[in-house]
C-alpha cells in the first residue's frame, strides 16, 4: 500500500466533515430566520401573540358567514408585504368604540357605578337633587342618556360624584365596584358582559401586528382602571370623554384631585378629535355600535386611510341572548349602508355572546 494513502483517506474525512459541519450551520440559521422575523413582527402590535396556523379557527365564536370572513379576508391581505391589501405594519392601527361594542350597554355601567353615589350627593345638596341628571338617573329615564347630549350628561354626573378624589383613590373606587357589582337583569359580574366575539377579534388583530385602542364615549378614568384586564388594551391606549384636575403645590408636593368641572367628551365628532390628540393617526379598523350614533364620525374618519381600512357596526338585534333596541332616526345604519360598512347582526353572526365565567 502506498504510505501517502493513509493522510490522503484522513484529508478527505476532514473535508467531509467540515462540509457536513457548514451544512448543519446553514440549516440552522435557516430554521432560525422566520422565528427572529415573527419576533420583529410582533413588536408592531400592543400584545405579542404568535399567529395562528390557517388550520385554526381565530373567530371560534363567531358564525360562518359573510361578516367573519370579511374579518379574515382583511387581515390575512393586511399582513401579505406588496398584496393589494396590505396595510403596513405602522399604519396597522385600530380602535373600539367600548359601550355596546366591547361590553354590554343595556344599562350603561357607569351610570351605574354612579347612582348610588349620586343619591347620596342629593340628599346631601337640595341643588344636586333638581339637576336634570339627577332626576333622570333616580326615575331610570335611560333614554335621557342616549340622544346626542346622553354622554355629557353622564360625565356631568361621574365628575360630580368623584371631585375631590385623587386619581389614585377613584381608581380604588372603580376596582372596587367592578370586585362586587353585578349586571342588574343579567345577574353576573361585569366582567361576563363584554363580548367574546369582540375579545376574539381583539386578539387576532394583535396577533397580526395591529395596535389596538379604545376610542370611547365613557370617562377614561372609569375604563383605564379595568382595560388591560378586561381586554388586553393598556391604560395609555384607551381614549375616552374625561374631567378636570384641580392641581395645587401644598408644602412642596403637588396635590391632584379631580375636579367637579367636566372637560371633554369624546362623542360624536368628538370622537375624532380625541384620537387625533391621543394617537396622531388615522385608524384602519374601527368597530362602534348602533344606539345614538356616536360612533358614526369614527368609523367614517377611518375610510379617510390612505390604506385598505374595514368599518364593522354592532347591531343590537337579539332579545332573547342579549338585548334587541334601534336608533330612533336609523342613523347608523344607514352610514353603514351608504358607507359600505359590515354590519354585525348579534342574533346571526355570533354563536356566543358573552364571555365565559
Not at 457548514?22 to 410582533?42: E, F, I, M, N
Not at 370586585?179 to 343579567?186: D, G, I, M, N, V
Not at 387576532?204 to 395591529?210: E, V
Request: net charge negative; charged share 20%; glycine share 8%.
Amino acid at each position: 500500500m502506498n504510505r501517502s494513502e493513509p493522510r490522503r483517506d484522513a484529508v478527505a474525512r476532514l473535508l467531509l466533515a467540515c462540509v457536513l459541519l457548514s451544512s448543519a450551520v446553514a440549516c440552522r440559521q435557516q430554521a432560525d430566520a422566520p422565528l427572529a422575523a415573527q419576533a420583529v413582527a410582533t413588536q408592531a402590535g400592543d400584545a405579542p401573540a404568535q399567529a395562528e396556523p390557517a388550520s385554526v379557527d381565530p373567530l371560534p365564536s363567531w358564525r360562518d358567514g359573510a361578516n367573519k370572513q370579511a374579518i379574515i379576508d382583511y387581515v390575512s391581505a393586511a399582513v401579505v408585504d406588496g398584496g393589494p391589501g396590505h396595510v403596513p405594519p405602522e399604519a396597522r392601527f385600530a380602535i373600539f368604540d367600548n359601550d355596546g361594542t366591547l361590553w354590554a350597554e343595556q344599562p350603561i355601567v357607569q351610570l351605574e357605578f354612579v347612582g348610588a353615589r349620586v343619591a347620596e350627593a342629593a340628599k346631601r345638596d337640595p341643588d344636586v337633587a333638581s339637576d336634570p341628571a339627577v332626576k333622570a338617573l333616580a326615575a331610570k329615564n335611560l333614554a335621557f342618556f342616549q340622544g346626542k347630549d346622553g354622554e355629557k350628561h353622564a360625565m356631568a354626573l361621574l365628575a360630580l360624584v368623584s371631585s375631590g378624589m385623587s386619581p389614585d383613590t377613584y381608581a380604588s373606587e372603580v376596582d372596587a365596584f367592578f370586585a362586587s357589582a353585578r349586571h342588574p337583569t343579567l345577574d353576573v359580574p361585569y366582567r361576563q358582559t363584554t363580548y367574546k366575539p369582540m375579545i376574539e377579534l381583539l386578539q387576532y388583530l394583535r396577533a397580526n401586528g395591529f395596535q389596538t385602542w379604545i376610542g370611547s364615549g365613557g370617562g377614561i378614568d372609569f375604563m383605564r382602571p379595568i382595560s388591560s384586564e378586561f381586554y388586553g388594551i393598556p391604560p395609555e391606549q384607551v381614549i375616552g370623554s374625561s374631567g378636570s384636575y384641580d392641581v395645587e403645590l401644598v408644602d412642596g408636593k403637588v396635590e391632584v384631585l379631580k375636579s367637579v368641572r367636566t372637560g371633554v367628551v369624546n362623542d360624536h365628532e368628538g370622537k375624532v378629535a380625541g384620537l387625533l390628540a391621543h394617537a396622531g393617526k388615522v385608524p384602519v379598523f374601527v368597530a362602534g355600535n348602533v344606539r345614538s350614533g356616536g360612533d358614526v364620525p369614527q368609523l367614517m374618519y377611518s375610510q379617510a386611510s390612505p390604506h385598505p381600512s374595514f368599518q364593522l357596526l354592532v347591531n343590537h338585534d337579539d332579545a332573547e341572548r342579549e338585548f334587541a333596541y334601534q336608533e330612533d332616526d336609523g342613523a347608523s345604519l344607514a352610514a353603514a349602508e351608504a358607507g359600505g360598512w359590515h354590519v354585525v347582526s348579534i342574533r346571526d353572526d355570533w354563536e356566543q355572546v358573552f364571555t365565559d365565567p
